[in-house]
């Protein structure tokens, strides 16, 4: 039990750093975006940070495909490793990017080159970490223990927020953090990432890998994981409405704060911050409800409360007045999409048998997620600039109703697990 918590905590720690990186760049957007994209109109600046946000998901597939082939043939403990070690790289780079005024166009290009470097190491973090730590915790829990991957998710932007929190409220104006202080995160998230490194270091590798190891063959891992059409075409399923939503209610709900509900800086932070504590409160709570009634009632209340209330908590929040009418609603819609984020990482890891399932799980996700999650921010602006704001909330709705559609089929992994299959 000791040396499963400890792996699951340093395993844990890796995906928060890895993940504060990559949202240190959402979170800072609306100070550096002037430095690469020089225009009179801020929206049009969003929307072009936005896009490079989403050009790191595009390339998250191939991280996918990459770190779950690495961990499915040659173990979980190196690909976690090299997948950091790569986060780092990208963070660097965007610290030293000099702005369009030193070097004109190249500065955009070397920003979305270290853009594409943190999505393919995401990309591979992702499955590989689920694989990780589900096959870490013991059967009875592994609900419980599987939603600390939404939890150091979560808690990555978290603490993005804390660090862009702390510059604005004690060591730099608004003016010096748009000058140069919004290089600050992104060196602070290479240090920690080195520090994640030297902590995987010595982490263990699963039973179940060295199980499989025992019985099988290193083989190609596409053509392994097509012998599972019907698993992989679930995890695109179930995975397409639950990250719109958890994107709209993260990486864009700043913005729209700030661009659309009419906060100031201070209150944007604060209010998205509030609500992040909030939703990573509730990650273990329903992976733990997971854990006693199964996976699929849960996925099947967030689709129908997706469905139902997605356009009435985004219109009323455009409408509402303070910050903390504000954090109500948004902490009303995480009641909602945590039942989607506790436990989605458990339900693909169960899908698949261990020969494959780091790549099962990270693969079709990561193209969903680049398909559907990296582009909430750039779909939601786009309607913003023409004039149709409010279609965005049906856009939404509807990726939530395709994924309900699915959960109503498909079965319960809790009570239909593949985990111990290792073919």
């Given at each position: 039990?000791?040396?499963?918590?400890?792996?699951?905590?340093?395993?844990?720690?890796?995906?928060?750093?890895?993940?504060?990186d990559?949202?240190?760049?959402?979170?800072?957007?609306?100070?550096?975006?002037?430095?690469?994209?020089?225009?009179?109109?801020?929206?049009?600046?969003?929307?072009?940070?936005?896009?490079?946000?989403?050009?790191?998901?595009?390339?998250?597939?191939?991280?996918?495909?990459?770190?779950?082939?690495?961990a499915?043939?040659?173990?979980?403990?190196?690909?976690?490793?090299?997948?950091?070690?790569?986060?780092?790289?990208?963070?660097?780079?965007?610290?030293?990017?000099?702005?369009?005024?030193?070097i004109?166009?190249?500065?955009?290009?070397?920003l979305?080159?270290?853009?594409?470097?943190?999505?393919?190491?995401?990309?591979?973090?992702?499955?590989?970490?689920?694989?990780?730590?589900?096959e870490?915790?013991?059967?009875?829990?592994?609900g419980?223990?599987?939603?600390?991957?939404?939890?150091?998710?979560i808690?990555?932007?978290?603490?993005?927020?804390?660090?862009?929190?702390?510059?604005?409220?004690?060591?730099?104006?608004?003016?010096?953090?748009?000058?140069?202080?919004?290089?600050?995160?992104?060196?602070?998230?290479?240090?920690?990432?080195v520090?994640?490194?030297?902590?995987?270091?010595?982490?263990?590798?699963?039973?179940?890998?060295?199980?499989?190891?025992?019985?099988?063959?290193?083989?190609?891992?596409?053509?392994?994981?097509?012998?599972?059409?019907?698993?992989?075409?679930?995890?695109?399923?179930?995975?397409?409405?639950?990250?719109?939503?958890?994107?709209?209610?993260?990486?864009?709900?700043?913005?729209?704060?700030?661009?659309?509900?009419?906060?100031?800086?201070?209150?944007?932070?604060?209010?998205?911050?509030?609500?992040l504590?909030?939703?990573?409160v509730?990650q273990?709570?329903?992976?733990?409800?997971?854990?006693?009634?199964?996976?699929?009632?849960?996925?099947?209340a967030?689709?129908?409360?997706?469905?139902?209330?997605?356009?009435?908590?985004?219109?009323?929040?455009?409408s509402?007045?303070?910050?903390?009418?504000?954090?109500?609603?948004?902490?009303?819609?995480?009641?909602?999409?945590?039942?989607?984020?506790?436990?989605?990482?458990?339900?693909?890891?169960?899908?698949?048998?261990?020969?494959?399932?780091?790549?099962?799980?990270?693969?079709?996700?990561?193209?969903?997620?680049?398909?559907?999650?990296?582009?909430?921010?750039?779909?939601?602006?786009?309607?913003?600039?023409?004039?149709?704001?409010?279609?965005?909330?049906?856009y939404?709705?509807?990726?939530?109703?395709?994924?309900?559609?699915?959960?109503?089929?498909?079965?319960?992994?809790?009570?239909?697990?593949?985990?111990?299959?290792?073919?």
């Amino acid at each position: 039990m000791r040396r499963r918590i400890k792996a699951i905590f340093i395993g844990s720690v890796g995906n928060l750093v890895e993940w504060y990186d990559f949202y240190a760049y959402a979170a800072f957007a609306l100070y550096f975006a002037g430095a690469f994209f020089p225009s009179s109109d801020p929206v049009v600046q969003q929307l072009n940070a936005a896009l490079l946000f989403a050009a790191g998901f595009i390339v998250r597939p191939l991280g996918g495909w990459l770190f779950g082939h690495l961990a499915d043939n040659y173990g979980r403990r190196l690909s976690l490793m090299l997948s950091v070690a790569m986060m780092c790289f990208g963070s660097l780079m965007i610290a030293v990017t000099p702005t369009y005024a030193s070097i004109g166009i190249w500065a955009p290009v070397l920003l979305g080159l270290a853009r594409i470097i943190q999505g393919l190491s995401l990309g591979g973090e992702y499955g590989t970490s689920a694989t990780y730590l589900t096959e870490m915790a013991d059967q009875r829990h592994r609900g419980f223990y599987s939603s600390f991957q939404y939890v150091t998710l979560i808690g990555g932007q978290i603490t993005a927020l804390l660090v862009l929190l702390l510059l604005q409220k004690v060591f730099l104006t608004n003016d010096e953090i748009r000058a140069w202080g919004w290089r600050i995160p992104f060196v602070i998230g290479a240090l920690l990432a080195v520090t994640a490194l030297i902590m995987r270091r010595n982490l263990h590798e699963t039973e179940a890998f060295e199980a499989a190891k025992k019985i099988g063959k290193r083989t190609s891992s596409i053509a392994t994981l097509l012998k599972y059409p019907r698993e992989v075409l679930l995890v695109v399923g179930l995975t397409a409405g639950g990250t719109a939503a958890f994107y709209t209610y993260t990486t864009y709900m700043q913005k729209f704060l700030k661009l659309s509900v009419g906060l100031t800086d201070d209150q944007t932070t604060m209010v998205t911050l509030a609500a992040l504590v909030f939703g990573i409160v509730l990650q273990p709570i329903y992976g733990a409800i997971s854990d006693r009634i199964g996976r699929k009632w849960l996925l099947i209340a967030f689709g129908v409360c997706g469905v139902l209330f997605t356009v009435p908590l985004l219109t009323t929040l455009q409408s509402v007045k303070g910050p903390f009418a504000a954090f109500l609603l948004i902490a009303a819609a995480w009641m909602i999409v945590s039942g989607y984020t506790s436990i989605n990482a458990v339900v693909k890891a169960e899908l698949f048998p261990t020969n494959v399932r780091a790549i099962g799980v990270g693969l079709p996700y990561a193209l969903t997620v680049s398909i559907f999650g990296g582009t909430a921010d750039s779909v939601a602006l786009w309607f913003k600039s023409v004039g149709h704001e409010s279609w965005f909330y049906y856009y939404l709705t509807g990726m939530i109703g395709i994924s309900l559609i699915v959960y109503l089929f498909m079965r319960d992994t809790k009570a239909n697990s593949a985990m111990h299959r290792h073919e």
